[in-house]
C-alpha cells in the first residue's frame, strides 16, 4: 500500500510491498525563510552537466556524483528535457526528433545519483524539501496526436502537437498565459527517486534480463520515480523506501504547476536553479 497525506489531501493506492508519505507542511512560510543549517551537518551542490545527469533512464551502476551524511542539506541544479535540448524555440518536429532519439527511455533529465552514507536496503530515506526555485522559462506541449494516439488526453485535438513557451516571474510567483491570465507557479519535481528495487517488475533497457539494468524513467515504482506528485512541493517531506545501498536518490523532470496529473502528457515543464533537500536515513 502506498499513502500520501498532506494537510489538503490524502490518496491511498495498492501496490507491491512499498511505502511512500509526504507531509506537506506550511508552505508558505519556509519559501519566504532561509534554511537552516542543522548542527554538525555539511552544506553540498550539485551542479547539473552532461557529466552529473541522465536522460530518460535511473541505472543503478551509474557512479554517485556526490556522497552526503544523513541529514546534510544538498542543493542541487536540474536541467530541461533531453539534456537541455529544449529550449524557447525548439519546434515540435524537434521535439519529437528528441522523443524517438531515446526509445524506452524518458524524456526527463535527471541529476544524481547521490549517495548517501549509512543508508541500507531495507531503510527508509526521508527526504525534506526546503527550497525550490526555477530557472526563468518553462513550456507546456502535446505531441502530434496522429503519430502518437495513445499520448495525453488530448491527442485528438492536436493531431499536428503543440507548443508553448512561457517566461516566469518567480519574484511574484506567475507565469503569463495570455494577457490577464496568469498561471500561479508552484513548483515540485515530477522525479523524486531512489535506486531501485532489484526485484522490481519494471522493464529493463533494451529488454535486458539483468535486474541491474537501468530502468525507464516514464513511470512510477516502488523507488518514487515519475510520480508527478504536485504536493511535494517546498516544505513537505517523502519517505520512500531503501533498495540499494547509498539509497542513490535522483531528482528532475521539474515542473513549475500541474494539476492532479498531466492531461495532455506535460505540466508546465522547467528546470530548478536549486532543489534544496535533507535526505535522512531512517532505521527505525
Request: glycine residues 10%; neutral net charge; proline residues 8%.
Amino acid at each position: 500500500m502506498v499513502t500520501f497525506r498532506t494537510k489538503k489531501l490524502m490518496v491511498t493506492v495498492f501496490a507491491a510491498v512499498s511505502l511512500l508519505f509526504v507531509a506537506n507542511g506550511a508552505t508558505a512560510e519556509l519559501q519566504a525563510a532561509e534554511v537552516k543549517q542543522p548542527a554538525g551537518s555539511k552544506s553540498h551542490k550539485l551542479p547539473a552537466t552532461l557529466e552529473t545527469t541522465q536522460w530518460g533512464w535511473l541505472d543503478p551502476n551509474e557512479p554517485p556524483k556526490l556522497t552526503v551524511d544523513s541529514g546534510d542539506i544538498v542543493s542541487i541544479e536540474t536541467m530541461m528535457h533531453s539534456h537541455n535540448k529544449i529550449q524557447p524555440g525548439t519546434t515540435m518536429e524537434e521535439i519529437v526528433a528528441l522523443r524517438k532519439a531515446n526509445p524506452g527511455g524518458g524524456p526527463h533529465s535527471v541529476t544524481g545519483p547521490i549517495y548517501v552514507n549509512g543508508a541500507e536496503p531495507g531503510d527508509v530515506v526521508e527526504i525534506r524539501i526546503l527550497r525550490i526555485t526555477p530557472k526563468a522559462f518553462g513550456f507546456n506541449f502535446n505531441l502530434p496526436g496522429k503519430e502518437f494516439p495513445t499520448i495525453g488526453a488530448l491527442a485528438a485535438e492536436f493531431p499536428e502537437g503543440f507548443v508553448r513557451y512561457f517566461n516566469l516571474d518567480w519574484k511574484n510567483r506567475q507565469a503569463e498565459f495570455k494577457p490577464g491570465i496568469t498561471i500561479d507557479l508552484k513548483p515540485f519535481p515530477g522525479i523524486l527517486a531512489v535506486g531501485i528495487d532489484p526485484n522490481d517488475p519494471a522493464p529493463r533497457k533494451g529488454g535486458a534480463k539483468d535486474a541491474m539494468a537501468p530502468v525507464s524513467t516514464l513511470r512510477p515504482w516502488k523507488n518514487g520515480s515519475n510520480m508527478d506528485l504536485n504536493e511535494l512541493q517546498e516544505g513537505s517531506t517523502i519517505f520512500i523506501p531503501v533498495f540499494l545501498k547509498g539509497a542513490l536518490i535522483w531528482v528532475g523532470d521539474a515542473h513549475c504547476q500541474q494539476g492532479n496529473g498531466e492531461v495532455n502528457l506535460t505540466g508546465l515543464e522547467c528546470a530548478f536553479r536549486e532543489f534544496v533537500m535533507q535526505p535522512i536515513v531512517r532505521k527505525d
